[in-house]
Structures are given as C-alpha cells and as structure tokens.
T-cell receptor, first 114, second 114 residues
C-alpha cells in the first residue's frame, strides 16, 4: 500500500523556470492538500482540494497553481520560480468520513530555486 | 498571525526522562488538536489527537494534556527513547468552508540522548 507518493523528491530550478510537482494517493481520499515547510515556520497550506475538479486557496497561494483532474492526483505548479519558493513541499490527503481527521502525508519534495 | 504558538523550538532530554512540548492557541472555535511526529526525510505522521471535551488522552508513552480555559495543550512523552528523536508539530483545526482547516505550530526538534 503506497499511500501518498510525491514526485520528484529533489529538484533544483533557476529563477524564472517552471515545474510541476505531482502527488498521487491510492486511498480514495476526497481531500488533498499542498503544504510548504520552512524552518521556524511550521507547515503552511498553499492550496487544497475537497474533490475531483475542485481547488481552493490556502494561506500562501501566491506564485502557485494547482489542478485536480483525477481524484487520485493533485498537481502543484510553479509558473515562474522565485528564490522565496525554496522550501520542502508536502502533499497530504484525508478521508472525508474519518472521524479522527487524520492527514496522510507524502515524503516531501525538496525544491531549491537559485 | 500565528494562531498556534509552540515551544520550545528545540529540546534535549536524556533517555528515560520526560519530554514536554507546549502549545497555545487563540481561536476558541478550534475543535480538534492533533500532534504530528516527523522523522528526517519523511512527512509528518499523526501521533495522537484530542478534542476539547476531554482534559487528557493517553496512548502508550504519549499523553496530551488539554486546558480549555487557558487555551493551552501539551504533549508529554514518558520514558523518552532515542527512537523518539524527531520533530513534533502541534496543530489545531476548525471547520471552514466545508473542510477542516488545520493550523500547525512551528515545530519542536526533540533529541533524546542515551
């Protein structure tokens, strides 16, 4: 059982380049999230989705776009990368019916923007 | 605005000792308080959680103490082991726009020395 899989695990970009981070979950979860983790700032929500074809902004959405064309996949795009987007990105998913509201996280993508 | 404040930022405890991490929140509408454990290179994983209608929850060596009037909650790790060395995040969630909005603390890096 793979759970939540993120690709790639590491990436180095130059300022202005674009890229897409892929998140895939095999648990049939309705809710999916993208977080960024920075030292001393915890986890901050970028965008989230409550179902296939729907997305919404989180706390820090500027500079990012997302899409959820299939229930199992949630893509995070950077159209024009900036050094401020250097971070570790985590995808998470949750079962809407679960009482304990448990988030299942992927292993993260370490992104450096030079 | 940091809605969930976590302290200390780092903690060193000897094997067998008690580790204590504290969190304080501002929004009294929060209705779920989880703790996540994160090992290096991995995503966070749910450790234990509590709802505000109880004052304490224990699971093995891990206990959450919850003080609703003071708007504070803490994680106690009894008989701390080197394998507990990880970063711990407290969080608080609230229903918002049809989904549970989770706000994380800034994290505590715990090191348990033999």
């Amino acid at each position: 059982n793979a759970g939540v899989t993120q690709t790639p695990k590491f990436r180095v970009l130059k300022t202005g380049q674009s890229m897409t981070l892929l998140c895939a979950q095999d648990m049939n979860h309705e809710y999916m999230y993208w977080y960024r983790q920075d030292p001393g700032m915890g986890l901050r929500l970028i965008h989230y989705s409550v179902g296939e074809g729907t997305t919404a902004k989180g706390e820090v959405p500027d500079g990012y776009n997302v899409s959820r064309l299939k229930k199992q996949n949630f893509l995070l795009g950077l159209e024009s990368a900036a050094p401020s987007q250097t971070s570790v990105y985590f995808c998470a998913s949750r079962d809407r019916q679960r009482f304990d509201e448990k988030l299942f996280f992927g292993s993260g993508t370490q992104l450096s923007v030079l | 605005q940091q809605q969930v404040k976590q302290s200390p930022q780092s903690l060193i405890v000897q094997k067998g000792g008690i580790s204590i991490i504290n969190c304080a929140y501002e929004n009294t509408a929060f209705d779920y308080f989880p703790w996540y454990q994160q090992f290096p290179g991995k995503g966070p994983a749910l450790l234990i959680a509590i709802r505000p209608d109880v004052s304490e929850k224990k699971e093995g060596r891990f206990t959450i103490s919850f003080n609703k009037s003071a708007k504070q909650f803490s994680l106690h790790i009894m008989d701390s082991q080197p394998g507990d060395s990880a970063t711990y995040f407290c969080a608080a969630s609230i229903a918002s726009g049809g989904y549970q909005k989770v706000t994380f603390g800034t994290g505590t890096k715990l090191q348990v020395i033999p």
